[in-house]
């Protein structure tokens, strides 16, 4: 059973920084894209960032290019993404998901709350 678990979520100030969490299991995601999203009230989900699990390679969201970077570890089946200069429109709840390569994302993990006060 495939499992998607984010963490590191919290209430940070305008400026301040996030380090997000997400741990994978229950299969090996060898040919699949791990992706960040996010849902703030009122709105719809909107892509935030994803990664390549083999090659590595990056794909972000204009709005937080430059601010936000998106890592892996193959070795923890973990996925990261660091939040850096956020702001007050930042706020959502994040969700990972994972999905093979050229497909829909398949799976997705509860979310976390992230909130920014101005």
């Known amino acids: 059973q495939v499992q998607l678990v984010e963490s590191g979520g919290g209430l940070v100030q305008a400026g301040g920084s996030l380090r997000l969490s997400c741990a994978a299991s229950?299969?090996?995601?060898?040919?699949?894209?791990m992706g960040w999203f996010r849902q703030a009230p009122g709105k719809e989900r909107e892509f935030v960032a994803n990664?390549?699990?083999?090659?590595?390679?990056?794909t972000y969201a204009g709005s937080v290019k430059g601010r936000f970077t998106i890592s892996r570890d193959n070795a923890k089946n973990t996925v990261h993404l660091q939040m850096n200069s956020l702001k007050p429109e930042d706020t959502a709840v994040y969700y990972c998901a994972a999905g093979r390569i050229g497909l829909q994302y398949e799976y997705w993990g509860q979310g976390t709350q992230v909130t920014v006060s101005s």
């Open positions: 229950g299969r090996t995601f060898s040919g699949y894209v």
């Open positions: 990664i390549n699990w083999n090659a590595g390679s990056t």
